[in-house]
């Protein structure tokens, strides 16, 4: 479990997976951050000693910490879990027999996002993230072949020995938003399989302000640019159009648009300021579209970086590896 900024969660998020005997370490990442993370996990591994805790100096990203964490398990079967990802009842147990049916298999579970009884102002980027997960695993159900062609973090198990075959860390996505998607492409290439369980469950207790949606779209637009350009073959090539795919007509103008840094930061200057005067107003649905088209200006922006510059923006370290 590679964690950043995350302390207040351990108490819920450990729980389920210290009380597990069929865990034999719980090896848990710190990294490069001073949060206090590091000296309440060495606290909690007094009383188990399952527990490992591990502290990086200066911030990897996750794929680097969760590399970190591969290099001290010895475990045969590694579950990789994010640090905001509430394991289920028998959640280990099921990872394990899929592992002891077959071989060469990624394993995916399911984690719904966490959605509050009544939705309050901000919190659009939960119900956008919560619906393209639904949309993601139901892809997975219809087309097992795209698990992992679109391989999504979070809660993953295969054998040790697969994982250091493949490699954790793809250099230049340390910072970037879909790194699991290109270790799902590199275990495909590997000869890899992926097995989607909906029975494999978590909760994803996912929580973003506006300010951490738009840094991680930019990251997102980016990665996304870097992995078309590793993966051209298998992917396409990624044109500035794709990111208005779908949008009405005034929307895509303004993603097309974004191409250009001053119109990119004047579109999300006001996209902004619309999604959070409709969330003050409980206009949600209003708020939800303009966040909608605020992800997609930032992610054109995000990619025109990497084909303009050739340099990647770095994504919120308290993010995730997929939004």
Request: net charge neutral.
């Amino acid at each position: 479990m590679p964690t950043h900024g995350r302390r207040s969660q351990f108490p819920a998020v450990l729980a389920p997976l210290l009380d597990d005997p069929l865990i034999d370490q719980l090896i848990v990442v710190v990294d490069g951050c001073d949060d206090g993370s590091i000296e309440w996990l060495k606290k909690a591994a007094t009383d188990h000693p399952g527990l490992l805790p591990h502290f990086r100096d200066r911030s990897g990203g996750a794929p680097v910490a969760r590399a970190d964490g591969l290099e001290r398990a010895t475990g045969e079967v590694v579950l990789f879990l994010d640090d905001d990802v509430l394991a289920g009842r028998g959640l280990t147990h099921g990872h394990i027999a899929h592992h002891e049916r077959r071989d060469n298999v990624v394993v995916v579970g399911y984690m719904p996002v966490s959605l509050p009884t009544h939705r309050r102002p901000g919190q659009f980027a939960s119900y956008l993230y919560a619906d393209e997960y639904e949309r993601r695993c139901r892809d997975y159900e219809e087309h097992p072949d795209a698990i992992l062609r679109n391989l999504w973090w979070g809660n993953v198990s295969m054998r040790r020995t697969d994982a250091v075959s493949v490699g954790l860390v793809s250099h230049g996505f340390e910072h970037l938003y879909h790194e699991d998607q290109d270790f799902g492409i590199r275990c495909l290439e590997r000869g890899l399989d992926g097995v989607f369980d909906r029975s494999l469950a978590a909760e994803h207790l996912h929580d973003r302000d506006i300010d951490a949606f738009i840094r991680d779209a930019r990251s997102q637009g980016a990665g996304r640019a870097v992995l078309h350009q590793r993966h051209a073959a298998l992917l396409g090539d990624l044109h500035p159009g794709d990111f208005a795919d779908g949008l009405p007509f005034p929307a895509a103008v303004l993603v097309r648009g974004s191409g250009r840094p001053e119109v990119a930061s004047a579109s999300s200057t006001m996209l902004r300021a619309v999604a959070a005067t409709a969330g003050r107003l409980g206009w949600y649905g209003i708020e939800t579209r303009a966040g909608k088209v605020l992800r997609r200006v930032n992610q054109r922006s995000g990619a025109e970086t990497v084909w303009r510059n050739g340099r990647t923006p770095t994504r919120s370290t308290d993010g995730k590896g997929r939004s």
